[in-house]
Every structure is written in C-alpha cells, then in structure tokens.
C-alpha cells in the first residue's frame, strides 16, 4: 500500500513537471532554429517590440534597418519572431512640420504642474493636511 502511494505522489507531482519542461524546450528549439535561418531581407520583431528588416548579419549580431537611413545593431538572439506582414517605410506617415498649439480638448495646460511624486499624489494639499 505504501508503494502505491508514492507511485501516486510521484505521478500527480512530478509528471506535470517532466511535460511542462520538455515543452519548453520544443519552444526553445523553435526560437533557436528560427534565428539560426535568419537572412538579409528578412522583417523581424526583437523581444522589445522593434520591427525592422534585416541588412546585415554577423555570427552574433544582426543589423535591422528600421527607418529610411537608420540602422540598429541587435543581439541576435533578442529576435523574438520573423514578421509576416513585410516593413516597408514608405507607409509610414512623417509628423507634422509644425507643432500644434494646444490639444484637442482645448485645456491649457501651461500653469505651474506639481513637481514632486508626492504633490501629484496629494494634490492640493498643504504641509498641514500631511501630517
């Protein structure tokens, strides 16, 4: 009886265990094999949530082309997914020249702000009303 209850411990403690690590390791592998075939032209995503296209590759570092005329240089292993949907930076629309006076609300937002992390909690209050 003693024996079937530590077969029955071990199968509701440990068995659980055993399959939750070896997925992870099947999605480990996936991540791995995925940025070993990474190439030029390829549009990724890093774990940080920059989208880019690959320009140059090194054995360790990968060169992502994000904007017209801007490089980054990433650890290769920080590429998280290769984008489906390609980047292309014609799409992106470029900010207004000018910036715009006011907001859409039309609150002013010019007087004096609190400062401190504490006045922004507190709000209006006096030395008094701390204490």
Request: cysteine-free.
């Amino acid at each position: 009886m003693d024996l079937l209850f530590l077969i029955v411990i071990f199968a509701v403690f440990l068995l659980p265990t055993f399959f939750m690590a070896r997925k992870q390791r099947q999605a480990q592998a996936q991540v791995l094999q995925m940025q070993a075939a990474l190439s030029v032209g390829d549009a990724v995503i890093t774990a940080s949530g920059l989208h880019g296209v690959i320009v140059g590759l090194d054995e360790t570092v990968v060169d992502l082309d994000i904007a017209d005329d801007v490089v980054v240089t990433v650890e290769r292993a920080s590429i998280a997914r290769v984008n489906p949907v390609p980047v292309d930076n014609a799409d992106i629309v470029e900010p207004a020249a000018e910036p715009v006076a006011g907001n859409a609300e039309g609150v002013d937002y010019s007087e004096e702000r609190p400062t401190s992390a504490e006045d922004r909690v507190l709000g209006d209050t006096t030395d008094e009303d701390r204490r």
